[in-house]
């Protein structure tokens, strides 16, 4: 649900010189960005953490939160009426508008995460406009929100067991275990101490739904493995009243938290979640009671990741537009090249598999490493996967599918 005016600018050195053959062209979907953007009333200044806190009193503390967003959101301006055609179906539509005013007969694609989604939504509304599509780390189409949310639950714990096996090796710098099994053991003593009195960084507290979102922010590149030591160290040394200053990654995703286009941009994502997929509104259960039982039930194994996968209630709980129409079926034949990282755990592979399975003419490139995304991780600073990059750009130049599925190894090989 993101704005993407700008995105085929970070896409264009890893182009190269496929993108001579194209008109570029990104956008905003409706109600976001530069797109007659829907605003919602504002929302009073959050009331600070506590000295101390409870798990319980966290998610009444969420499920308030989400209620209020909802009711900012449906009651401001003439959103009631605009709310019930925010949906991947309008977007898709409204992507076909581009392409008829520019006089082309067919429409090539790229998008990633919620942008594959949406390209996959194109296909099946407008099969015989879709030219050469490549979508990057989809989802399973047949999933509601909430479920998808809930899958995550397991890829996000198995990064971390990753992630912990990796900085036991470096214990001499971050100093959090000199085993995998120690390492999380320190990351689940600074959640127990958060859900019960939260730690004090730079003036702040923080709340452990605000630790276990941190983490997971920074799980889902392998790259970012030194970050989110340094963050879990600095995390670990608040919780024992020894930190005086946050380090630099600490701090600016701190920054990154304050930053009103944060809130725009959940706001936007919340409309796509809560206008897709029926109703009620995307699939989100309405009794916060679900999602307090299916937290409480996932900490047996899932203990970090799964109060947060689980129990994180949207304002589509409480949403009271009803969308204007169901949700899209996926199932067609359109050539379709897919790329997923296999250890995605913000998308998970099998959701990938499955959304494969529905496009019948598509081909899939699996990426062999941990990331939320695939084409052009170079432009983004990230280790690049060189045969993922060629398979799209070979594909965009000529306009043939690879023969099969293929597999691209961690140095860039493919078998």
């Excluded at 047949?142 to 996000?156: I, K, M, N, S």
């Excluded at 709340?207 to 493995?225: C, G, K, M, S, W």
């Excluded at 946050?246 to 994502?269: K, Y």
Aim: hydrophobic fraction near 35%; include cysteine; glycine fraction near 10%.
């Amino acid at each position: 649900g993101g704005t993407g005016l700008a995105y085929p600018l970070s896409l264009r050195p890893t182009l190269g010189e496929v993108a001579d053959r194209y008109d570029l062209i990104g956008f905003d979907p409706r109600f976001l960005g530069e797109s007659t953007p829907i605003s919602c009333a504002p929302a009073s200044p959050p009331a600070p953490p506590g000295d101390t806190t409870s798990p319980r009193r966290d998610f009444v503390s969420s499920v308030r939160s989400a209620r209020d967003t909802a009711r900012r959101c449906g009651e401001h301006g003439d959103n009631a009426t605009l709310l019930p055609h925010a949906s991947t179906r309008n977007v898709a539509r409204d992507m076909d508008v581009i392409r008829s005013v520019l006089g082309e007969r067919r429409l090539s694609y790229f998008g990633t995460s919620y942008g594959a989604d949406l390209g996959a939504v194109f296909t099946q509304l407008f099969p015989h406009r879709s030219d050469r599509v490549v979508i990057d780390s989809s989802t399973d189409p047949a999933a509601t929100q909430y479920e998808l949310f809930q899958r995550a639950g397991e890829p996000l714990e198995e990064a971390l067991d990753e992630w912990a096996g990796w900085a036991a090796r470096r214990h001499a710098t971050y100093r959090l275990g000199t085993t995998a099994a120690a390492v999380r053991a320190s990351v689940q003593r600074l959640l127990d101490h958060a859900e019960h009195r939260p730690l004090r960084v730079a003036g702040e507290r923080l709340d452990a739904p605000l630790v276990r979102l941190l983490l997971r922010q920074l799980i889902q590149h392998q790259e970012y493995d030194p970050m989110l030591a340094s963050v879990v160290r600095d995390l670990v040394a608040a919780g024992a009243g020894e930190l005086t200053e946050p380090g630099p990654e600490l701090a600016g995703l701190l920054e990154l938290l304050r930053s009103p286009d944060l809130a725009d941009s959940m706001v936007g994502g919340a409309l796509f979640m809560c206008g897709d997929g029926g109703w009620p509104a995307g699939g989100w259960p309405k009794d916060p009671a679900t999602y307090w039982r299916n937290t409480r039930h996932s900490r047996a194994t899932q203990p970090v990741f799964g109060p947060l996968v689980n129990g994180m209630i949207a304002p589509c709980a409480f949403w009271r537009t009803r969308p204007a129409e169901p949700g899209t079926a996926i199932g067609n034949d359109v050539p379709v090249l897919m790329l997923q990282a296999r250890r995605d755990n913000n998308v998970p592979y099998e959701g990938a598999l499955a959304l494969h399975r529905r496009l019948t003419g598509s081909r899939l490139i699996t990426a062999e490493i941990r990331s939320h995304g695939v084409y052009g991780r170079g432009g983004e600073g990230l280790r690049p996967v060189p045969c993922a990059d060629r398979a799209v750009n070979d594909y965009l130049r000529g306009g043939a599918l690879p023969a099969s599925d293929q597999i691209c190894a961690p140095a860039g090989s493919v078998r």
